[in-house]
């Protein structure tokens, strides 16, 4: 009875086989966790890895970064800015970096430097281009203007990661 319990606790522990799964069908040899952004300006998440769970949630926000958590087939369980995880169809994720301000109006600086001078000011929940980023400070491009901002005001790098 306990061996047959266990079985079922793994089976239903496993995410379901989705029609777009083959078998020995392997996730690309990119690095989990990763930052991708949003390719379709909509994006269903669902509560599972296929066509046959729930969508949980309809981002209408193209350029959006998430950060890839999991993958499973053509899935990959994301996680917003938010902190919501699910799981999206590869084909609606693009590679092109993108970051999310946060917390409060921040500034866009003409050099990496916190005396620069502000050339833009960025509210919470704009999203831009990550040009590149090292060390503090990355270089981001919202809305055709560019200017250095502290990573630590971002959400869509890690805290060491060098892009660009």
């Known amino acids: ?17 989705a029609a777009e799964c083959r ?11 990763r930052f991708a952004s949003l390719k379709k300006g909509e994006v269903n998440m669902r509560t599972g890895p296929g066509e046959q769970y729930p969508v949980s949630w ?18 990959r369980q994301v996680r917003d800015p938010d902190g919501e995880t699910g799981w999206v169809n590869k084909n609606l994720l693009t590679g092109e970096r993108t970051a999310y301000v946060t917390r409060s ?11 620069a001078k502000v050339v833009w000011r960025v509210e919470p929940g704009v999203t831009g281009r990550l040009l590149f980023c090292a060390r503090a ?13 502290l990573r630590q005001e971002i959400w869509g790098v890690y805290p060491t990661e060098v892009v660009g």
């Open 105 to 115: 109006v921040r500034a866009l600086r003409e050099r990496a430097d916190v005396n």
């Open 58 to 75: 309809t981002y209408k926000r193209r350029g959006l970064p998430v950060e890839i958590i999991k993958e499973y087939c053509i899935w």
């Open 137 to 149: 400070w990355c270089r981001m491009s919202v809305d055709g203007k560019s200017g250095y901002i």
């Open 23 to 33: 078998p020995g069908e392997a996730p690309p040899p990119a690095p989990v966790p």
């Open 1 to 17: 009875m306990l061996r047959l319990s266990l079985a079922l606790l793994l089976i239903s522990t496993m995410p379901a086989v």
